[in-house]
């Protein structure tokens, strides 16, 4: 681009030197903070056994979406355990409500009949009842 002029004629060239140099290229790593690498491996000693783990469910999508819908249930004021004592934060509840949104919108084409069907219902039932609730206070 000397003196004002466009160089359209000169085509940008990209070489890639990784094949011939990768295996003898030294690998440099940063080491893992200390504190990452004890809470990864306390996380790794409570991993639940072969023979515990059978109760609990399958971790898939559907868990997930499940898990979401149980939080905000809980956000809006649901008491779920019958201790009596549950309280209404909207703020929260519309926030786990907007993710499961953004959720719906990212996997859309990348779900399973079943799987969009659960979400769909999921966010119509959380925002329903967060509509209700937000006009009673």
């Given at each position: 681009?000397?003196g004002?002029?466009?160089?359209?004629?000169?085509?940008?060239?990209?070489?890639?030197?990784?094949?011939?140099?990768?295996?003898?290229?030294?690998q440099?790593?940063?080491?893992?903070?200390?504190?990452?690498?004890?809470?990864?491996?306390?996380?790794?000693?409570?991993e639940?056994?072969?023979?515990?783990?059978?109760?609990?469910p399958?971790?898939d999508?559907n868990?997930?979406?499940?898990?979401?819908?149980?939080?905000?249930?809980?956000h809006?004021?649901?008491?779920?355990l019958?201790?009596?004592?549950?309280?209404?934060?909207?703020?929260?509840?519309?926030q786990t409500?907007?993710?499961?949104g953004?959720?719906e919108?990212?996997?859309?084409?990348?779900?399973?009949?079943?799987?969009e069907?659960?979400l769909?219902?999921?966010?119509?039932?959380?925002?329903?009842?967060?509509?209700?609730?937000?006009?009673?206070?």
């Open positions: 681009m000397a004002g002029k466009k160089q359209d004629d000169e085509p940008i060239r990209v070489t890639d030197r990784r094949a011939s140099s990768e295996a003898s290229a030294p440099t790593t940063t080491p893992e903070p200390a504190a990452s690498a004890a809470a990864r491996s306390a996380y790794a000693e409570t639940p056994r072969a023979a515990s783990a059978e109760q609990y399958p971790i999508f868990t997930f979406v499940l898990s979401m819908s149980t939080s905000a249930l809980v809006l004021g649901e008491d779920l019958g201790e009596g004592k549950a309280e209404v934060n909207l703020p929260l509840a519309r409500i907007d993710l499961l953004i959720l919108h990212k996997t859309k084409g990348n779900l399973t009949g079943e799987e069907r659960l769909a219902q999921v966010l119509y039932d959380l925002r329903l009842r967060y509509v209700t609730i937000s006009k009673k206070r």
